[in-house]
């Protein structure tokens, strides 16, 4: 299930979609695509608390918010995917043992859910209504709320890994580096940082002079709109990552496709 946003896929959108942000209007668009995805998946919704009746669900408000549908199936089929994928990526990077992990921008728990059995996870997330949730909800998670800059709310190298799934795909450049330095911070000597971001992968989505500036290594960033949210997106060319938001690291793997967009596994030097 891609997490790119609401409006990536079809490039002959994207021209009517960059005047509606110039115009401010997405927040209209976006409530009515979410009445349409709500008639869409009420019945189909239903059927799942059905099946499920001790899973604790979100509101479809916020699935939408968050991760652009209104689909608990989606919602949970890939929380349980992606915490497969990462629990390897720990295993891989940290070996077999424990370990502290945080979840920033948890959201509301898709993937921190399946992962609190295998690790100790704590979550951060910039909007307090998804840790307010999680707290209530879901009390065997840490979930904390934090500003839209550093800092987050540990000590300094109190974690083993921290995984970030969409969320430098919707920072300006400035935030961004911030964010890296805390997550130095707060990284353990040779800790790992899961992260993913809007890459060669993802520039269908780009109109034509978007595409132009970012083949020439310039990073595309979507504004208009709140930063931080989903419809505040950035697309960062690789030479941009390597050479200056992720210059401070050591990568470890990546570009790679993974979870609808460019996974990179960077490690603390």
Same mark, same amino acid.
């Given at each position: 299930?891609?997490?790119?946003?609401?409006?990536?896929?079809?490039?002959?959108?994207?021209?009517?979609? /960059?005047?509606?942000?110039?115009?401010?209007? =997405? %927040?209209?668009?976006? !409530?009515?695509?979410?009445?349409? &995805?709500?008639l869409k998946t009420h019945k189909r919704n239903a059927q799942f608390k059905k099946e499920k009746p001790d899973f604790v669900c979100p509101s479809t408000w916020w699935m939408h918010d968050m991760y652009a549908h209104t689909d608990l199936d989606v919602y949970y089929e890939s929380g349980v995917t992606h915490a497969t994928v990462l629990i390897d990526l720990l295993r891989r990077h940290l070996g077999d043992e424990e370990f502290d992990v945080a979840d920033w921008g948890c959201g509301m728990a898709r993937v921190t859910r399946h992962l609190r059995?295998?690790?100790?996870?704590?979550?951060?997330?910039?909007?307090?209504? /998804?840790?307010?949730?999680?707290?209530?909800? =879901? %009390?065997?998670?840490? !979930?904390?709320?934090?500003?839209? &800059?550093?800092?987050?709310?540990?000590?300094?190298?109190?974690?083993?890994?921290?995984?970030?799934?969409?969320?430098?795909?919707?920072?300006?450049?400035?935030?961004?580096?911030?964010?890296?330095?805390?997550?130095?911070?707060?990284?353990?000597?040779?800790?790992?940082?899961?992260?993913?971001?809007?890459?060669?992968?993802?520039?269908?989505?780009?109109?034509?002079?978007?595409?132009?500036?970012?083949?020439?290594?310039?990073?595309?960033?979507?504004?208009?709109?709140?930063?931080?949210?989903?419809?505040?997106?950035?697309?960062?060319?690789?030479?941009?990552?390597?050479?200056?938001?992720?210059?401070?690291?050591?990568?470890?793997?990546?570009?790679?496709?993974?979870?609808?967009?460019?996974?990179?596994?960077?490690?603390?030097?």
């Open positions: 299930m891609p997490l790119q946003g609401v409006y990536l896929g079809n490039t002959m959108k994207q021209p009517l979609l /960059a005047i509606a942000r110039r115009a401010y209007l =997405l %927040p209209i668009l976006e !409530a009515v695509r979410f009445a349409v &995805l709500w059995d295998k690790h100790r996870v704590v979550a951060f997330d910039a909007n307090k209504a /998804a840790t307010d949730w999680i707290t209530a909800k =879901l %009390p065997n998670i840490s !979930a904390y709320a934090h500003g839209p &800059l550093p800092p987050l709310p540990v000590d300094d190298s109190c974690l083993d890994a921290i995984y970030a799934i969409s969320v430098l795909t919707h920072l300006p450049k400035a935030d961004a580096q911030a964010w890296l330095t805390e997550v130095s911070r707060v990284l353990r000597p040779r800790g790992i940082f899961v992260c993913t971001v809007h890459g060669v992968g993802q520039v269908q989505s780009l109109t034509h002079s978007e595409r132009a500036k970012f083949d020439l290594g310039t990073p595309i960033y979507r504004g208009n709109v709140k930063r931080g949210s989903r419809n505040y997106a950035t697309y960062l060319p690789e030479e941009f990552l390597r050479e200056e938001l992720f210059a401070d690291f050591s990568i470890e793997e990546g570009p790679k496709q993974e979870f609808g967009q460019e996974l990179w596994v960077l490690r603390k030097n």
